[in-house]
């Protein structure tokens, strides 16, 4: 099977997050756009690193294009600082997306995974860890400048969404099965959450960084990002 170098398509469980799929949408255009507009430096463009701190910026020129071409009803907000429970120390929200009516809260985690593992436990540990993040934030905190009615909207209508986006790598010396790779691995996490939107990006491989190839030349590295899955899990909270 071959797939177009560009190519990407959401799975949803009964229509679950409906209002984050033009928010998803426009996050994979964007990703096969700075992949074909930027080719020489795909990691300054591409969550590549595995690190969450690349996703923020992403989501947050994604969530803007949509405002800006009406859309979408939301403003997105990133970095907001708020209340932890346990500790009662300060905690951060990675972006927020707010109406007069509406709140959404998305915690950020990425992983980085072969796609000839099957295993899927350490994206299930990302996912829930930014639950656990989520859920121990004090949300009224991130609200105390807000009109009561404002208030009341939110606290009846607010979504919590903990997001993984887990980097497909593959070697070189299995590049030319990668198609098939990426779909088998696709497969293995839809299977593995059921019950979650699934995003798949699949975009022209390239060279990435890892653990001690800091000085090699591209032509000597092994390792190639190939494609991105995004899994999202939805849960209302009730603020206290």
Sequence with gaps: ????????????????????????????????????????????????AAKEVSLT???????????????????????????????????????GLFSKRHATFIECK????????????????????????????ELETLLFNSPEETINNIRANNKLIPMVAVNVTCDTSRLANRDRLFMKKAQSIRESFRNSMIVQVRYKPHFIRYSGDMNLKNEDRKLMSIGHIFILDGMNMKLR
């Design 57 to 95: 910026p992403l989501i947050m020129q994604a969530a803007y294009n949509l405002h800006r071409n009406d859309k979408a009803v939301f403003w997105p907000v990133s970095e907001m600082t708020a209340t932890r429970y346990e500790k009662g120390s300060k905690g951060r929200i990675d972006i």
């Design 1 to 48: 099977m071959l797939i177009e170098e560009n190519y990407w398509r959401i799975f949803a469980p009964n229509n679950m997050l409906a209002s984050l799929r033009d928010l998803m949408d426009e996050v994979c255009r964007q990703i096969c756009e700075y992949r074909e507009s930027v080719p020489i430096v795909p990691e300054l463009c591409l969550p590549t």
């Design 110 to 137: 990425a992983v980085r995974s072969s796609a000839t593992n099957n295993n899927n436990n350490r994206i299930e540990k990302a996912l829930d860890k930014a639950t656990e993040q989520l859920m121990d934030i």
